[in-house]
């Protein structure tokens, strides 16, 4: 079972908690483009969004992390300015919004929570995988980013930001800053 947030009459307080949430974790992928440039834990973040997050807020996560990634990448890591740069960047995006859409269509059935979470992050990380990998065939990129080693290394940089994002996203709730939805209004979510 996943905790998508409910759409209810008062928005106020809820979309307060959620927009705090989404500038949390787009600050926590800051620090993770810092650290790990091209690897920021994207895939992380649309496994979360697809469980924990309505489809609009979730969408609204997934691309204000992917902005921030972009941000730090082209102002304060100086990324080049080129045609080519914009095109892996935008390839980027799409693949981590198609990473989101797959996780949320894959969690859609009632699933016990440890297989959701499994689900949705296998599913996020294997389509946003195969976006980079069809844009880079696209690209005609020979480089070696989809090497095992790098991939394997792209994988446990997501893993690791999704433990962490599951744990923020616990103590958030017994925070109140989000709330979990009710179980008859996920299916509305």
């Excluded at 974790?25 to 973040?45: D, E, K, Q, R």
């Excluded at 649309?46 to 997934?62: C, D, S, T």
């Excluded at 100086?78 to 740069?85: E, I, L, N, R, V």
Aim: proline share 2%; charged share 5%.
């Amino acid at each position: 079972m996943t905790d998508r947030t409910a759409t209810t009459g008062s928005l106020t307080t809820s979309q307060t908690g959620s927009a705090i949430w989404i500038a949390l974790i787009a600050g926590l992928t800051v620090v993770g483009s810092f650290a790990y440039a091209c690897a920021a834990p994207l895939a992380a973040v649309a496994a979360l969004a697809a469980l924990k997050m309505g489809r609009g807020e979730g969408l609204a996560l997934v691309i204000v992390s992917w902005l921030a990634n972009q941000f730090v990448g082209f102002v304060l890591l100086s990324y080049p300015h080129t045609a080519d740069s914009y095109a892996w960047g935008a390839a980027i995006g799409v693949s981590a919004v198609l990473g989101y859409l797959a996780a949320r269509a894959a969690t859609q059935a009632k699933l016990s929570e440890p297989v959701a979470l499994a689900a949705a992050f296998a599913v996020a990380f294997v389509v946003y995988q195969i976006g980079l990998y069809a844009a880079g065939v696209a690209f005609g990129y020979e480089g070696d980013a989809f090497s095992t080693a790098i991939v394997t290394e792209v994988l446990t940089i997501n893993l690791i930001a999704y433990v962490g994002f599951l744990l923020i996203h616990r103590a958030a709730v017994a925070l109140s800053l989000v709330k979990t939805a009710q179980p008859s209004a996920q299916a509305a979510a």
